[in-house]
């Protein structure tokens, strides 16, 4: 059958607009019953046939790239594209732990290359999420990766990173009818940058579908797609501001010939800033080519557009920006939290009692420079938090995102978050901010940054301009907080 639209995401690597995701293997094997790989495979020769030739996968989606490795080793025709993720635990990131966890993935698939290779990362509070980036680069120089993406990073995050000088293609974030998050600032970057987005959950776990057009609200789930997604739903507005907004879609697919997830997928790929929308596979359980096919039959046209518009304003957008559901409540995952990814996160600084200070505490980052000048990260007295001027520091000399002040806010934010979890605090503690800038033409790009972090709490806040930082840095932020 003839292979679906393709797109170009670098001149080295196309993938189909329409991804088949793989990540409900993990559900279908959450019991211990796992899908031979030979059989997996065969569920996935079937989509080739059907012209469907990317597959997505993930570390911890089962036995999904054991299957897509089978896949891998038949005489498909074209080989299928594959996109995989990597989402370590955060810790040190070591060119030896990088190299391990590339090696893992190209093991499991059976092959000497990733297409493209997609970094997760849970707290952006521990910074080693960018050593691990560079490594990754430094892998891809080499050939065991042909290009890289990210995974539900936010707008601020993203921008950073290819502040940094990371050779990102793609991120791939929730994207839905109900979760429009990243039409906003995220795509703008996009626009801006190059960087395109695949869009996952777009029939929101199967509940944008006829199925659920005038079905009473359920009250137990089965499934781990469904429970994530009935939460979108919850905070969305409810099952009845849902119900409105299926019966709006039902109305459009009609109108096309089309079907509810057909209408519902379409929106997210006629956004530009969206290379691909990613269809889940319940492999051995249905197959919808046909379909999914379909997408490309039609386009929805501003009467289309001006009803969904409508259907939205009746409904609460989804907090924050794309991954926060992953990093900060309330956790929008299928458990609630994050007890089903990580036993516990892992602290960035080291905790420890002030000297001849009962009750007094510090956290430092192991910076020589700590030694050099005798001072810590941030101290704690009492109730009383101090942090120190903070700069975008990796390691213990190298400037990140050099000449983006905008992006070195961002960075320092996160380790003063990290300074305050040490303690016991957070950024919702902070009650002063005090910033420093070399060039009093970074002042709106600093402060969007600021605001994204402290909007809600507000703190007092000093922004000077003085003659200069030491070395590249643009920006320099000071805190305090208040443990209430």
Known sequence: ???????????????????????????????????????????????????????????????????????????????????????????????????????????????????????????????????????????????????????????????????????????????????????????????????????????????????????????????????????????????????SLLEVVAGIAKKHGVSIPNVATRWVLENPAVAGVIIGARLGEAQHSADNRRLFSFELDAEDHAALNDAFGRSRPLPGDCGDEYRKPPFLTASGDLSHHLDEMPRAMTVEEVPDRPGETRVLTGSEWEDIAGYCRARRIGDRILVSGTTATAGSDRVVAGGDAGAQTTFILDKIGAALSALGASTEDVIRTRVYLSDAEDVLAVSQAHGRVFGDVKPANTLLEVSRLIGDYRVEIEAEAIVR
């Open 1 to 243: 059958m003839t292979p679906l639209p393709q797109y170009p995401l670098t001149d080295r690597l196309s993938i189909s607009r329409v991804l088949v995701g793989l990540w409900q293997v993990a559900d279908i094997e959450k019991d211990g019953d796992l899908i031979d790989p030979e059989t997996g495979a065969g569920y996935l020769e079937d989509y080739v046939r059907d012209g469907f030739g990317t597959f997505d996968m993930a570390d911890h989606y089962g036995t999904s790239e054991l299957i897509t490795g089978a896949l891998l080793r038949r005489d498909t025709g074209t080989r299928p594209v594959v996109c995989t993720k990597w989402c370590p635990v955060p810790g040190a990131m070591t060119p030896q732990v990088v190299r391990a966890g590339v090696r893992e993935r190209l093991d499991r698939l059976g092959t000497d290359r990733v297409d493209l290779l997609q970094f997760h990362w849970w707290s952006f509070e521990h910074p080693a999420w960018l050593d691990a980036l560079h490594e990754m680069a430094k892998l891809r120089d080499e050939g065991l990766i042909g290009e890289i993406g990210v995974t539900n990073f936010d707008a601020a995050h993203l921008r950073l990173a290819l502040s940094d000088g990371i050779p990102l293609v793609s991120n791939q974030v929730p994207f839905s009818l109900i979760d429009r998050r990243a039409a906003g600032p995220l795509a703008e970057l996009c626009a801006a940058s190059g960087v395109r987005l695949l869009g996952y959950g777009t029939l929101a776990g199967g509940f944008l579908s006829e199925r659920w057009l005038g079905r009473a609200e359920p009250e137990d789930i089965g499934d781990w797609s469904k429970m994530k997604y009935k939460r979108f739903i919850d905070t969305a507005g409810g099952w009845d501001v849902f119900q």
